[in-house]
């Protein structure tokens, strides 16, 4: 049994403490993706509500549009951030954090210029306007540099890693413990 046990030890790996809930830098998220990542979902929020003190529009859907992008990168990045910045990620039956992460990045990082560029070109330009298409180009930027910054990091998500044939699967925990057992 004591054989055993020194086997596990060394290839079991300890959870965190209970009481720690925010987890950066972690497998996911480290610190400066974290910063870009909170500083996206307050850039849209201001966005969010700078569009919605608009009165007058001389092309609602552009507006409604905006409005709608920049509610989507709020929240669901918030929601993001919060799975990835907390032990909860692992409570969630999603096994391809970082294809998820990169995927929803660019998407919503696009979706954000188109509605940014479709409001400024539709609409009077308030300082209203103005400042939330800003806010909304920044939010943009952000993304994209959220996205640069995990490509150079982490690499290509979508290219597939290469898997050990099943012949040469064996692992040195597997042959400690077929030594520990003849003995």
Known sequence: MAAANAV????????PKAGKWLIVPSEYLDKCRFGIKVAAVLFS????????????????PALYFFQFASCAAFLFTGLLVFFLATPFHRRVGISD???????YT????????????????????TLEVQM????????????????????KI??????????????????????????????
């Open 154 to 183: 982490k690499g290509w998500p979508c290219h597939s890693k290469p898997r050990a044939p099943p012949e040469q699967s064996e692992t040195p925990e597997a042959e400690k413990l077929t030594v520990h057992s003849e003995e």
């Open 45 to 60: 929020l201001l966005a969010f509500i700078l569009a919605a003190t608009v009165y007058l529009c001389s092309s609602c």
């Open 97 to 103: 954090w970082p294809m998820l992460d990169f995927s």
């Open 132 to 151: 939330s298409v800003a806010f909304g180009f920044i939010a943009c930027v952000l993304f994209l540099v959220d996205a640069v910054i995990f490509v």
């Open 106 to 125: 660019v998407a919503i990082g696009f979706l954000i210029f188109l509605a940014s560029a479709a409001f400024a070109s539709e609409h009077r330009w």
């Open 8 to 15: 596990y030890n060394v290839t079991t790996v300890q959870e």
